[in-house]
């Protein structure tokens, strides 16, 4: 008979899963051990240029952490001995570096795609491709700008497109996609430093015997497994990217070898699967605000069925048809989504804005009263305006949502109260 979660529990697990059941730590500064520690936790921390507030990869580890200083991050994925690499993993992340390895069937199948089709770029610049590989070898770490200049005479570009790339940049992210290439860091504007990948990846990592296919999906799989602590399928194959297909197949596997076990949570309608290290704890007692790239939040469908909060990133949508706002985050309170806030950092004005705050109304009756919620938001926005380095927490005056004027009024004065 398949074992039953209530909501609750099930609730709990992922939060205990992700680290935010409990207050944070209060034992003195963050170090390198104490972030890789979130990192293992959570498998990967997806990357994103999106800098209202904070670069999408940074603000995961400030949820559960609390102030960190960021160059920490820097140092994981831009030093020897490296802790984290870039991949194509959930979208761009940064992973540790045996999880690089496991992923190079997803590279060997961009590479089979690329190279079988005669017409495309991969053929007709292959001679830029040599090109790119021998600038690559000798000066690396090189940025795309750099390698362009070596471009600009015969192939200038005049496009100022997100996705316009230049002929250089074209080459530099296909021999990045196959895994010829990998990434040594980033510039300070967030560029991508590429180099030969046996100058990056730890020497041990690139000698370990090459995973075939199936044992490393089903390593995947575990590691999404473990990160969300009980998961449908669904939610195992989006954590890293695969198909549906590959992700139960290894489920099923990995049930049978003992690492999974199914079980029921009312309300999922399909099967889910419980992570042999998953824990229950009696209470979620955390607090968090929650980047719109956090792992608690990849995947909409699980997080409605936990939550009952129904989240999509607006930063795509036109100003007038936005609901909640530009750049949203849920603010977890104990085991509820209990708020959605819209911030901005401005940093010219030393000044962390509220532009928009929303009381999450669930109709259950143990849930805190709009006034508590205010007011641990209010400590979690001071909190995060301390980490950014900003002085003051402002509503805007055109802020607008049914928590802007409690939220205003729980404000500490030395920061900011609603503005006329």
Do not use: N
Request: glycine share 6%; charged share 25%; proline share 6%.
């Amino acid at each position: 008979m398949t074992a039953e979660l209530s909501l609750s529990q099930a609730r709990r697990v992922a939060l205990r899963a992700q680290g935010l059941d409990a207050p944070r730590p209060a034992a003195g500064p963050v170090g390198l051990r104490r972030l890789m520690s979130v990192v293992d936790r959570l498998g990967l921390l997806q990357i994103d240029s999106v800098s209202v507030l904070a670069r999408a990869h940074l603000v995961p580890v400030f949820s559960r952490l609390g102030p960190y200083d960021t160059s920490l991050l820097d140092r994981a994925a831009g030093r020897r001995p490296r802790r984290l690499t870039e991949a194509w993993a959930h979208e761009a992340s940064l992973v540790p570096p045996s999880t690089w390895r496991l992923l190079g069937f997803d590279r060997r199948s961009w590479r089979d795609r690329m190279w079988s089709k005669p017409d495309g770029f991969v053929h007709t610049h292959a001679a830029e491709l040599d090109e790119v590989r021998r600038i690559v070898r000798d000066e690396g770490p090189v940025t795309a700008r750099q390698v362009h200049e070596h471009f600009a005479h015969t192939h200038p570009h005049a496009g100022g497109g997100w996705w316009d790339w230049s002929v250089a940049k074209e080459a530099l992210e296909r021999l990045f996609f196959v895994g010829e290439l990998a990434i040594a860091g980033r510039t300070t504007t967030f560029e991508r430093r590429y180099d030969l990948v046996e100058r990056v990846l730890p020497g041990e990592v690139l000698a370990a015997p090459e995973p075939d296919e199936a044992d490393a999906v089903r390593s995947l799989v575990a590691i999404a497994a473990r990160a969300h602590g009980v998961a449908t399928v669904g939610c195992l194959a989006d954590y890293f990217r695969m198909s549906v297909a590959r992700a139960k197949q290894a489920a099923d596997e990995l049930v049978e070898a003992g690492e999974l076990e199914p079980v029921e949570v009312p309300g999922w309608r399909r099967p889910a699967y419980l992570h042999r290290a998953a824990t229950v704890p009696r209470r979620a007692t955390g607090r968090a605000l929650l980047s719109p790239f956090d792992p608690l939040v990849f995947e909409r469908r699980r997080l409605e069925e936990l939550f009952g909060t129904r989240y999509r990133i607006e930063i795509y949508t036109p100003a007038a048809k936005r609901v909640h706002g530009y750049y949203v985050l849920p603010f977890l309170l104990g085991e509820r989504i209990a708020a959605r806030v819209d911030l901005k950092a401005d940093r010219s004005r030393g000044t962390l804005q509220v532009r928009a705050a929303h009381h999450e109304q669930h109709g259950d009756r143990r849930a805190p009263p709009r006034e508590s919620i205010a007011v641990e938001l209010a400590a979690e926005l001071d909190l995060m305006a301390d980490w950014l380095g900003l002085g003051e927490v402002a509503v805007v005056p055109e802020a607008f949502g049914d928590l802007t004027v409690d939220l205003a009024a729980a404000i500490r004065p030395r920061t900011s109260t609603l503005r006329a």
